[in-house]
């Protein structure tokens, strides 16, 4: 039985990264602040170049802020011993958008599980290490069978990114970071994994980062939503108050391009539609004056529609 916490497991405070020079800097995240608790799952939503994959990279260490810190369970991640952060590297994990390229295509499925137990459980001998897999396999609902004598090519896109999630959960991780884990799936089979990342986070109590440029599915496994735009979160808070009264007019843009499944095709459609679009690309353009009134010196990606 798993208890949520008052306390986040990771938190990272006024954190930001800037690319580029000093004549033209790139603030892929400025200002970063959010915690990440047991049970939960924070959904990161934002377009493509909008800075969610910066601050997934930030909290798995492979960017060091240029300001702000990270704390795991209270402490500074930053100057910590080298047993605490090998504490952490096990402790947060990340599942990628492509499964296959994650995948090492020389080495069965059994060695990509076989090995982290390997590395971070040293408790386990050969035979606790054997019924660890066979664990980790029925987790994400794989028939060991089936799949441990595979190479990744030979499973499908689906089974692929459960090995993923297998494999992070390997070395009993505290933190799940997953970073579009279904965009490069089929339709029919991301449903299942969106399935699997919400018994994860009830049934093992861990905390999830949820990278998504698509609020549909972010609100499937979401408790927690936090929108980010050119490298700021301009709108945060609990999912279903975030989506019926939206506040920041990127938001409600983005809740504008979700396709609404009830609504019906009649002879108005096309002009609806029409409206629709220049409705979006009204928003749009108000987005980008008030970012730039913002930050003069923002890089702007344009949305276009
Ligand atoms: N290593 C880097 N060097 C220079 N610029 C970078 C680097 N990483 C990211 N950026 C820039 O920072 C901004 C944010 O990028 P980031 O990849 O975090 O966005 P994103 O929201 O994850 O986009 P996507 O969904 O396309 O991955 C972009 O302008 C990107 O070009």
Excluded: C
């Excluded at 660890?132 to 609902?141: F, K, S, T, Y």
């Excluded at 990114?161 to 279904?182: C, F, G, K, Y």
């Amino acid at each position: 039985m798993t208890t949520l916490s008052d306390q986040p497991v990771l938190a990272l405070q006024n954190v930001s990264k800037t690319f580029g020079s000093k004549e033209n800097p790139i603030y892929a995240a400025r200002d970063i602040n959010f915690g990440l608790y047991p049970g939960r799952t924070l959904a990161l939503v934002g377009e493509s170049g909008s800075g969610k994959t910066t601050v997934a990279r930030l909290l798995m260490r492979e960017y060091i802020p240029d300001a702000g810190q990270l704390t795991f369970r209270g402490a500074p991640v930053q100057g910590a011993s080298k047993a605490s952060l090998r504490a952490y590297r096990s402790a947060v994990q990340m599942v990628f958008q492509d499964p296959f390229s994650s995948l090492n295509p020389t080495r069965t499925i059994h060695h990509h599980l076989s090995r982290p137990l390997h590395l971070h459980r040293p408790d386990l001998d050969r035979k606790g290490r054997e019924a660890a897999i066979i664990d980790l396999l029925a987790r994400v609902q794989l028939d060991p069978a089936r799949v441990l004598h595979k190479f990744p090519h030979e499973l499908s896109g689906g089974m692929r990114q459960r090995i993923s999630i297998a494999r992070a959960l390997a070395v009993n991780p505290q933190v799940i970071v997953a970073d579009e884990p279904t965009s490069m799936l089929d339709v029919s089979v991301r449903l299942g994994i969106l399935n699997l990342l919400n018994d994860m986070k009830s049934e093992l109590g861990l905390a999830l980062l949820y990278i998504t440029h698509d609020i549909a599915t972010a609100r499937f496994v979401a408790e927690d939503i936090m929108v980010m735009y050119a490298g700021q979160v301009v709108e945060w808070g609990d999912m279903d108050s975030v989506l019926t009264n939206p506040q920041h007019p990127y938001t409600r843009l983005l809740l504008a391009a979700v396709p609404d499944p009830d609504r019906r095709i009649d002879a108005a459609a096309p002009q609806n539609e029409l409206a629709r679009v220049e409705d979006i690309r009204a928003a749009s353009a108000r987005v980008q004056t008030e970012v730039q009134q913002i930050a003069p010196n923002h890089f702007i990606r344009k949305i276009n529609l």
